[in-house]
């Protein structure tokens, strides 16, 4: 049975900084396309960045320059450090991973997700 747990959100004020962790079991990801998406209370959940099985990264226009994802495929996981947070960062940030290796933005396209992990940026 797959399971994507996340950790390291939290409480942090506007400027500070957090790094998200995304844990696989189950099987290995290491070649696949992997994404950290968001959903803030009455929005859509959105693409907040991805990496794909040959590392190729992108990011939200939201994001870009504050987030950085990452993965370590010893440890079969996938990190967010975000940076320089903004009151609107906050939500609630979910870890996705496909069965593909190519690059995805679609949620649709995910097949295996986390639970979330709440992240709050006060101002």
């Known amino acids: 049975q797959v399971q994507l747990v996340e950790s390291g959100g939290g409480l942090v004020q506007a400027g500070g900084s957090l790094r998200l962790s995304c844990l696989a079991s189950g099987r290995t990801f290491s070649r696949n396309n992997m994404g950290w998406f968001r959903q803030a209370p009455g929005k859509e959940r959105e693409f907040v960045a991805l990496i794909s099985g040959s590392d190729s990264t992108a990011y939200a226009d939201s994001v870009k320059g504050r987030f950085t994802i990452s993965r370590d495929n010893a440890k079969n996981a996938v990190y967010l450090q975000m940076n320089s947070l903004k009151p609107e960062d906050t939500a609630v940030y979910y870890c996705?991973?496909?069965?593909?290796?190519?690059?995805?933005?679609?949620?649709?396209?995910?097949?295996?997700w986390g639970q979330g992990t709440q992240v709050t940026v006060s101002s």
């Open positions: 996705a991973a496909s069965k593909v290796s190519y690059v995805i933005y679609s949620r649709g396209a995910y097949d295996y």
